[in-house]
Structure formats: structure tokens, C-alpha cells
T-cell receptor, first 115, second 112 residues
């Protein structure tokens, strides 16, 4: 079974804090993704990565950065957390290309509250 | 802009009924569609996919129908069970990219 593990299920942080959300996958997938999920807005892509040390902006990258130093790990960083970053954050991974069906396997999510 | 959306935000059915969840998409260049199920407290899970050169694909108790003429996608669940209660998302893949565009989701509520 594919397993995507997010380090925290719940986080509470204060405005201005630096926040790290960690994600690890055990399927040797090349692609990894970070989304945020908000009521009425669905899943929105923040950043994705096709390979180690590679990153691409998604649809809403502002206020976020990422790090991919190892293939299995993809970190989302909030340099200075703000209240509008309170959300559910979902990490996903997949093999590359449509041949692999591009199925994205998701972690259970991290619910972040910024006070 | 391109978008993927859903017609019904909430669908309530009785156990044993068949459920139909609908999805409209606007990007006619999309060539691959996926349905995900998200149970409370969990991340989305893959259910079934379909390529744009197909009209219908069946899985276990689920069927996806694709109507490219009207850019409409539907997920049919046969003999709906309480365990099917979840939020269902359709998603499309932009040609040439490897990122999904998700709809906002439909909540399916199954009453015993």
C-alpha cells in the first residue's frame, strides 16, 4: 500500500511564526504536491515537485515555500504565518506521466490554525 | 478561465439506492478525469478514472460516464451504503502538465 505520511494532524501557531509542514512517502514517487483545502474552494495547488531539489509554483504559492532535499520528503514552509493561512493542508505523491495514470495518493492532512 | 465544478453540493440518499454525482468541466483540452472520495478526517482517495477517448468505465459498484459534447462527468454508485458517505471530487488533468484541477466537491449522505 502506498503511504503518504504528514507529520502532524493538528497544529496551532501564532501570527508571524515560521511553520514547517512535513510530508514523507514510501513509494519512491517522483512527483510530490502540496494543496490547501478550504470550504467552498476545493483543493488548490500551492507547490509541486517533479524531482529532488526541483520545485514549481502551483496556483497559490504566495506566502509559501517548499523544500525537496530527498526524494521521499517534501516540506511546506510558511515563512511568517498569517491568519489567512489557517486551512487544511494536504500532501500528495504520484509517479510521473499519464502512463502511470497519474494517480495522486494523499496524506491524511494537517489542520493548521494560525492565531 | 478553466474550471472544474459540481452541480450539487449535497446529495442525500437512502441505503440501497443508486447515487449519481455530477461534474461539469470547462477545459475541452483535458484528456483525463479522476474521481476521488474523501471521508471525514482523511485525505482524498482515488476511486476511478477515465480517459477522454472513452464514454464509460465501470469499477466495483461505481461507473463513470463522460459526455464530451456537453463537458459533463458523472459518478454512479450502485446500491449505496452508509460507508459511501463522503465528499466526492472530480478532477481533470491539463494536457502537458501533471497537476490536477479539482472541483469543489459534493457531499454524499447515506441514510440507513
Amino acid at each position: 500500500d502506498v503511504k503518504v505520511t504528514q507529520s502532524s494532524r493538528y497544529l496551532v501557531k501564532r501570527t508571524g511564526e515560521k511553520v514547517f509542514l512535513e510530508c514523507v512517502q514510501d513509494m519512491d514517487h517522483e512527483n510530490m504536491f502540496w494543496y490547501r483545502q478550504d470550504p467552498g474552494l476545493g483543493l488548490r495547488l500551492i507547490y509541486f515537485s517533479y524531482d529532488v531539489k526541483m520545485k514549481e509554483k502551483g496556483d497559490i504559492p504566495e506566502g509559501y515555500s517548499v523544500s525537496r532535499e530527498k526524494k521521499e520528503r517534501f516540506s511546506l514552509i510558511l515563512e511568517s504565518a498569517s491568519t489567512n493561512q489557517t486551512s487544511m493542508y494536504l500532501c500528495a505523491s504520484s509517479r510521473p506521466g499519464l502512463q502511470a495514470k497519474n494517480i495522486q495518493y494523499f496524506g491524511a492532512g494537517t489542520r493548521l490554525s494560525v492565531l | 478561465g478553466e474550471s472544474v465544478g459540481l452541480h450539487l453540493p449535497t446529495l442525500s440518499v437512502q441505503e440501497g439506492d443508486n447515487s449519481i454525482i455530477n461534474c461539469a468541466y470547462s477545459n475541452s483540452a483535458s484528456d483525463y478525469f479522476i474521481w476521488y472520495k474523501q471521508e471525514s478526517g482523511k485525505g482524498p482517495q482515488f476511486i476511478i478514472d477515465i480517459r477522454s477517448n472513452m464514454d464509460k468505465r465501470q469499477g466495483q459498484r461505481v461507473t463513470v460516464l463522460l459526455n464530451k459534447t456537453v463537458k459533463h462527468l458523472s459518478l454512479q454508485i450502485a446500491a449505496t451504503q452508509p460507508g459511501d458517505s463522503a465528499v466526492y471530487f472530480c478532477a481533470e488533468i491539463n494536457t502537458g502538465f501533471q497537476k490536477l484541477v479539482f472541483g469543489t466537491g459534493t457531499r454524499l449522505l447515506v441514510s440507513p
